[in-house]
């Protein structure tokens, strides 16, 4: 049985009366329908009591998580999704509940947003020092990780309710000491400054006067005292000055809205720290705020406050007529108010305060706690989407259409090391780029690589939350191959720098040697013969050939730059007995009145464009064949489209918007492999990743020396990608050889 706390209203037995309790709570009737949430706490009651087969929390910490988590949310209006969410988001942290029965009696919704929650909680296991740039990276790990969690978020709500958790474990830690310091340095670097970036206040402030109450016991005590001695006269004062402007507002005949505002004791504090002033210096310890209908209003506000009190020189802002970068709009002036006494008065309309609080305008310059850090566009982005999606919910307070709202791509990924320090890296990396950017020397002596414990190519590509580990050699050997542009290996123009300056470090006679070993195999491969190697050397600026060879064994010319030449010349041969790769017949296009169309599997059609949609190119589009009139073109959205979906589905066809015509040719390459289960899945696998079209593949096997020798004939859009393709071919397991051959 779970002990109910004094603050819940509570049954005979000492259990939480969760439909009192409920009542209590700022939910919309309309949107939230309490008897499923009802259930979600009976649920969660459930598993904190350990009747749900599970070791029992004698404290019930687990479940009173639960009611203040929600607690949280209700007031920041989220959905019912997020609510049961919350309240059984620690059942399924603890192992009390799975992640399956979970959908499985709530949804899968509610799933998803606990599993995005537990991802999120990975930032907990991160021992790095917060405060320092690591591993070369130009700002503190503290940012690079609220970058990453931002990341890691694709649905607002996931990172709400991880405001919420947070926020009710470092409540909790009061009574914890061993795990204070813990929580609040974590709290205090990430989710304050979290918070505070998606512009919800309350929660930003809390989380920071309690981190600060643990890390700066001393200071915070001090402060805390010096007003709460001022508290009973501080709050006496403001009654006074809120009775004096709302008469003279009222004379004036200005509609408005007053009331106090208690500075919380970190940012006195750090006011204080930040211009080396006393507490008697704070000048917005006493603060009155103004609301008004519109900004004629403001100014007038403004000049009955001057009127009915002396303002301090140099202590007014005028974020009306010029606002601060983040958007944030408002005029603020000190005045020596009633008493003699220091007074801050804030005028704004209500949509500026608004948008203060919980709005649009980006929140991450003012007052930060990270002025430091560098901005990123795609993380300010990310944010402004975030908090526009809050906005979303705070009007609308419904979750329909929500996952619409909440798919954003990416151009970063942010990754652990096996210390727990944060990577940030190019959308794309690969290990071969994280080792670069983690030391020179590791990418160097690279020799594999292992992600979240299990060994993965060095072209694979890493995903944010991933942890890498880079396994290395005694000495540096990086390959050739990873320059290859084609091949993967690389993505980040720093380490593809760091590699070929490597190899330019080599002896000049080394490199002459590997580069012509290089382009005479790759040359066999593709059976390009008769190449003027000088003709190629004077198009790539070099002075000689061996200079030329030099340029690619040191990196410096790519392979396939080498190869494009090639081709071109022999195809400019006018007595080339055939051309490197001759032409097919170019795929049919569509009528001339539609030529923007591609019908899938079909050729020459005729097509129009629908008029009760009229579909745009880049919009998601299909098909309809109509009697007479050829395929009729709508938007897969289009109403009437779904009526005749439903009616002659066997008409529908799917079509696509033109691409810019690619031609393509026939090549037939030979690969030799020792035989094995699964060789033509794996190849037949490689060919459709590369979206290579097979035109014929006949297989023979040697059952004395189990050698297959494969002949595949091929359509290839240009000789760099049959270079690429023959690369990934070769690097299958058990592939021995793959070369082009000439027909006959």
Partial sequence: MVKVRE???????????????????????????????????????????????????????????????????????LDQDSLVAATLFRAVREARLSLSDLEQQFGGSVAKLVDGVLGMA??????????????????????????????????????????????????????????RYRVAREVFDIYAPLAHRLGIGHIKWELEDLSFRYLQPSAYKKIAKLLDEKRLDRQHYIDEVIHTLTTAIKADGIDADIAGRAKHIYSIWRKMQRKGIGFSQVYDIRAVRVLVPDVKACYAVLGLVHGLWRNIPNEFDDYIASPKENGYRSLHTAVIGPQGKVLEVQIR??????????????????????????????????????????????????????????????????????????????????????????????????????????????????NTGER????????????????QSNLGYLKTSRARTKVQHWFRQQAKEDNIAAGRALLEKEFRRLALNSVDYKYIADQTHCASVEDMYAAVGAGEISMLQIVRLANQLIGQDENAAEEVLPRLKAPSKTSKDSSKVRISGVGNLLTHFARCCKPLPGEAITGY????????????????????????????????????????????????????????????????????????LNTVTDTNSHMATMRIRLEISDVGALSGLLSRLNGLPNVVAVKRVKEG
């Fill in 468 to 483: 890498v580990e880079i396994l290395t050699g005694k000495e540096s050997k990086p390959r050739r191959d990873w320059l």
């Fill in 122 to 179: 990975a930032i907990s296991k991160v021992n790095a020092e917060l405060d320092v740039p690591v591993l070369g990276q130009s700002e503190a790990q503290s940012e690079t990780i609220r970058k990453m969690l931002v990341a890691l978020v694709d649905d607002v709500r996931v990172a709400l309710i991880k405001l919420a958790e947070r926020t009710s474990a470092i409540r909790a830690v009061k009574n914890r000491p061993e795990k």
């Fill in 625 to 696: 064949i109509t009697v007479g009139r050829g395929v009729s073109v709508h938007r897969q959205d289009c109403s009437k489209l779904l009526q005749l979906q439903s009616v002659e589905p066997h008409r529908i066809i799917a079509v696509d918007w033109e691409v810019e015509q690619t031609d393509t040719y026939p090549v037939d390459i030979e690969l030799q492999a020792f035989d094995r289960q699964g060789l033509l899945r794996d190849i037949t696998l490689q060919l459709a990743t590369e979206k290579v079209n097979v035109i014929s």
């Fill in 349 to 462: 309309t209500r949509s500026m305060h608004e948008e203060a609080e919980f709005g649009v305008c980006s929140h991450w310059m003012y007052k930060g706690a990270d002025k430091t850090a560098k901005s990123n566009n795609s993380y300010d982005e990310k944010i402004a989407w975030l908090r526009q999606v809050l906005d979303w919910h705070e009007e609308s307070g419904s979750s329909s259409d929500v996952a619409e709202q909440f798919t954003r791509a990416q151009d970063r990924v942010y990754v652990f090391t096996p210390d727990g320090h944060v990577v940030n890296l190019q959308n794309g990396a690969t290990p071969l780029d994280f080792a670069y950017h983690i030391h020179t020397e590791v990418g160097n002596r690279c020799r594999g690589a292992k992600v979240n414990g299990r060994i993965v190519p060095l072209t694979y590509t890493l």
């Fill in 7 to 77: 603050d819940y209203p509570q049954l005979a037995d000492g259990r939480v009366d969760i439909p009192r309790w409920m009542e209590r709570l700022s939910i919309d009737d309309s949107v939230i329908e309490r008897s499923e949430l009802l259930r979600a706490f009976e649920l969660a009651e459930q598993c904190a009591s350990g009747s749900a087969g599970t070791v029992p929390d004698v404290s019930g910490d687990s479940f009173f998580t639960a009611l203040e988590m929600v607690e949280i949310l209700a007031d920041l209006h």
